[in-house]
């Protein structure tokens, strides 16, 4: 028993770390994850929802493809079997990521690309999101413009909102080491201008707000459409 | 036309519906499509006031006489805007379809302004099309839904060839105003399907057009805003932020308020309540009283005051689709005049 629910909260934090890609948000937050088990002889069951019918497909295999990967990683898990549910591409998302044939082949003729590009587009949005939470309480305290230029990444105060610019910062490859600025261009790496700093920080807050928005949504839309099973599984 | 301490609002709502989601009108084979679609409309209504909520059957098909309640009895609204969505691989006579929306047109005159619709995948039957139905209707505004399904096809840009070549007949024809509307859209598959770019290019292509991107281009924004103050005939039409954020979200609607009024400004954001998704009274109610909340995250997005609520609520749409204004609803003199296509490129950086 108490071995089957360590395998669990395992399974459970592998699914932490899947993200949204459209979001930047993991999975388990967001309340995607329906239902998690496993069985004696190590198989997860994981369902995954969304918040509707019609959500993304691209970024549905994403979350798919990156909970299978995260979940068969786990020690004691001898087969991951995940399962988007209640989506109008499930069969050719959930055979794809089970058949482990990537996108393009799951879509035949309807998608040339894999999906890495259109996932860096979304970590360099949640780059310049990031760079607005971090900025934010920063210029509220009283950090000038100079002041904010002259940041390196190791001389802000810790924080989560931090550590999470600078993991994404380093998926894509952008500087984030302690030397490097806080303020940088999420399309080249380079450090921002003093003339450029007010329109960059518009630009980072706008973007922000708008993944916030999307991200209200989202929550909206899913506790609607999942309101019965959420009551359920209170009671769990 | 809403009333509010002594002001008087003239209000087009310039993004609603008549549709027929009921299971009668599902293609055989495509059930699950035109269930889930209606299903997914269904849930947006959530967002809403708890009052407002229908049942699914309600939502699935309403009666004329329920519309004309909602909207101009309870709702204040002074002209409505049908904007057709045709979707006819998955409902038999179409979701709303022009002819549909039109019914409404002749038998309430001056109460309703009929846009239609195109699509470049028609070729020169979809061409003879838009000719007949802007005969028939003098549409002035036409809306595209670039998600819509067809003949195995899931979408289509407004970068595509044969859309300019529709562009250039709306323009001939006086369509100058194209409502852009991207979602929930799936097409191109391995790409962002909700990229505004093939907006930037078609309004630049054609600056005597008018092109209204609906629900601002929701979930993008920050993509939509930067395109917005580049092209001084883009337009911010603000169905769905209202409907979806204003009671639901109202922090983050207020941050997306603030950004529309930086980078688009008040004289291009057009008020639609996307009805039947949300009944428009609520959401007139709710935005003239409307006003940022207190706290610094707020104090630098622009301030927004009769004239501005005046403008989205009603004026600027009224602007771009002829409308006459009663003098009683208009803006003082001193407050200007909603602004022109070319003011509007001072807007932003």
Redesign the interface.
Known sequence: MTQAVTVVSRVLDALGTVRDPELDESVTSLGFVGSCTVSDDGVAQVRLRLPTYFCAPNFAFLMVADAYDAVSAVPGISRADIVLEDHFASTEINDGVAARSGFVQSFSGEAVDELENLRADFVRKAVWAGTDRVCRPLIAAGSAGEDLIALTLGRVAPSADLDRLRARRAQLGLPAGDDDPLVIDPASGAAVALESLPLHLRRARVTRVGVDANTGICRGLLQERYRPVAAEGETR | MYEKDGEKYFVVDSHMHYWDASPANWVPGAE??AK??I??FH??Q??APANTHWPIEKFQKYSEETLMKDLFEDGYVDVAITQPTYLREWYSSGFNDTDRNASLVEKHPGKFIANTRWDPREGDAGIKQLEADVARYGCKGAKMYTAEWREGS?GWTLKDPEAFRFLEKSQELGVKNIHVHKG???????????DVSDVDQAATKFPELNFIVEHVG?????DF??MATQEPNVYAGLSVVVG??MH??PR?FA??M??LL??VGEDKMTFGSDYGIWEPRWQIEGLVAWDFPDG??FSDYPRVNVASKKKMLGLNAAKLYDIEVPAECQLPADAGEPAAQDDAVLVG?
Do not use: H, M, N
């Open positions: 699950q499509y889930g679609w299903e997914c849930a947006y959530s967002l899931r929930p859209t799936i097409w191109p598959l391995d790409k962002d399907a909700f929701l979930p993008r924004i920050e805003c930067f979806g954020l639901a979200r983050f941050k997306v603030g950004e930086f980078w610094d995250e950086p």
